[in-house]
Every structure is written in structure tokens, then in C-alpha cells.
């Protein structure tokens, strides 16, 4: 008796397995997923939640545009199955996103050396569509003085394009040649500092806030928080606009692009905190996009 119980529920578990891949398989993504696996019929029905998790998140990478917006349970990565014989697990696998950002951290880690060193003299004045962005550039600093209100730029352009080499060189003459401080950070990595360190936060708050000239590079490569937003960003910027300090950003977002990332945090939506943060970056700057093929191949 007991013997037949046991049968019928194996029996009974086998076909509600087996009903619950041939509904699964009506999803394109899971049957490409199995077909790419090349999994047999046995396996992939055996493991149907495993591989629907998977494609949860695949879907959620195919209509993402970029890592600030991630939806999947780790930020940059997604749920890929790995078949070990006729065993399936589940390994979090970079996004291309989550890899562009580590190459470019790893660029820029290399990059810090050329950076301190870049100067006009070694900008590549080849490119013709950098003509107006240069001349910007150069009128800037003929005219810059720490006791007048200079605008900066919001220099917004592809990755690998040059920006952030372009306002370095910029920097550093007005510091070797007018003894201008100034600062530069990239952002997605300053926030991370200021959140492990709490022992120096209000110190580099402070230097953020009051250097003549401010570089923020790569706004728009960060994870959006109402904090980094609001509290860190939003008073830098504030204090910088009413002192009349020269700031400058670059990003990979236009400034629309940017309203809209600002606007998207994990846990809200709000666009009325983003528009005021965009406000006070118009105030600051001047809009300008640089159009160049990407320096970094």
C-alpha cells in the first residue's frame, strides 16, 4: 500500500514537472536558453525554476540601458546557468555594462600617471569635430582668473572620446601656469569613498565644495541613491553655485539622459530632486558634446 502511495506521488511530481516545462518552453527566452545549453529534455525540466530565474534577468538585461538601471538581484550581473554534466547551477555572470565600467576603472587606474602629465601641447588637434570644443577650451583659459565667475562644461560625448584627458590638460596649465587649485574625482568611485570612510567625509565635502575649480568625472556611471543625490552631489553643487566656483563634469549621458538617472534610485522616483540637481548643473556650466571616435580602442 504504502509502495503504491510512493509511486503515485513520484508519478504525480514527474508530470507536474514535465507541465510545468512545456509551459515554460511557450517563453522564446527559455527555449533559447535550453537550446543554448543544449540540454536534453530530462535535465531542463528537472531544473525549470533554475532556468526561469535565469531568464528572469536575462529579460531584464535585453531592455536595460545601463547599469544604473539594473533590476537583477546584483548590481552589473545576471543569472547564467552552468551544466556540469547532467548538474545545472546557477553563477552571476558581468553584464556588458559591468564590463565596460571595470575596463574603464582599470584604464583609469593605468591612466592616472598620463592624466597628472596631460598638457595642451600633446591634445590631437587631428580630429576636426574637436575643433569647437578646443577652442572653448583655450578661450578659457586665456581668460580665467579665480576672482571672475567662469562657467565650466558639462562635456557629455561616447566612451573613450577624450573628455576627461581634454579637462585634465586644461586643469593641469591653469595649475602649472596661474597656480589655480583645483580638484578631480570620479564620481562613481568618490561616492564608494565617502560611504567606506566616514571619519574623512565632511573634510572632502568640504574640499569638494570650495576648490576653485572642481572636476566630476563620469556623473552618470554611479549607482543612483537618495543620498549620493541629495545629500552628497545636491550640496557640493549648491555650495559651489553660490560661491561662484568653476565646475566641471563629463559623462557618457546627455543632460536630458542624466535628469532621467538622477531621477530613478532603487528604492524611488524622483523628478523633482533630479530637476533641481540638473538646475544647479546648468547653472554651473556650459552644455557642449564631444563627437570623436573612441580613443581607447
Known amino acids: 500500500m504504502m509502495e503504491s502511495i510512493k509511486k503515485f506521488d513520484r508519478k504525480n511530481m ?12 511557450k517563453d522564446e527566452t527559455f527555449k533559447k536558453l535550453v537550446n543554448d545549453l543544449k540540454l536534453d529534455n530530462k535535465t531542463a525540466s528537472l531544473n525549470t525554476t533554475m532556468l526561469l530565474d535565469s531568464c528572469m534577468e536575462l529579460k531584464n538585461c535585453h531592455n536595460c540601458k545601463g547599469i544604473y538601471e539594473c533590476q537583477n538581484k546584483v548590481l552589473g550581473h545576471y543569472l547564467y546557468p552552468r551544466a556540469t554534466g547532467n548538474i545545472l547551477e546557477l553563477v552571476y555572470v558581468p553584464c556588458k555594462y559591468q564590463k565596460e565600467q571595470d575596463r574603464l576603472m582599470e584604464l583609469r ?16 588637434m587631428s580630429d576636426k569635430k574637436r575643433i569647437k570644443l578646443i577652442k572653448w577650451i583655450k578661450e578659457f583659459y586665456d581668460n580665467f582668473s ?18 576627461t584627458y581634454l579637462i585634465n590638460a586644461l586643469l593641469n596649465e591653469l595649475k602649472i601656469n596661474k597656480k589655480v587649485d583645483s580638484i578631480s574625482i570620479y564620481y562613481p568611485e568618490a561616492l564608494k569613498d565617502l560611504k567606506e570612510d566616514w571619519d574623512t567625509y565632511s573634510e572632502k565635502i568640504n574640499s569638494y565644495a570650495s576648490v576653485p575649480i572642481l572636476l566630476i568625472d563620469d556623473i552618470g556611471a554611479e549607482q543612483v541613491s537618495e543620498w549620493g543625490r541629495d545629500e552628497v552631489l545636491g550640496t557640493i553643487l549648491q555650495a559651489r553655485m553660490n560661491n561662484h566656483l568653476t565646475t566641471f563634469f ?3 549621458l546627455t543632460i536630458e539622459e542624466l535628469e532621467e538617472h538622477l531621477a530613478n534610485t532603487k528604492t524611488s522616483l524622483d523628478r523633482v530632486k533630479a530637476r533641481r540637481i540638473i538646475e544647479r548643473i546648468k547653472q554651473l556650466t ?11 580602442k
Not at 109 to 124: G, H, P, V, W, Y
Request: no cysteine; net charge negative.
Open 146 to 163: 579665480v576672482v571672475g565667475d567662469f562657467k565650466g562644461l558639462y562635456l557629455h560625448g561616447v566612451f573613450g572620446s577624450g573628455k
Open 250 to 252: 563629463t559623462s557618457n
Open 286 to 296: 556650459v552644455d557642449l558634446e564631444l563627437i570623436s571616435e573612441n580613443k581607447r
Open 14 to 25: 514527474q508530470n507536474e514537472l514535465k507541465n510545468n516545462y512545456q509551459e515554460a518552453l
Open 109 to 124: 587606474n593605468n591612466s592616472t600617471k598620463e592624466l597628472q602629465n596631460a598638457r595642451f601641447k600633446d591634445i590631437d
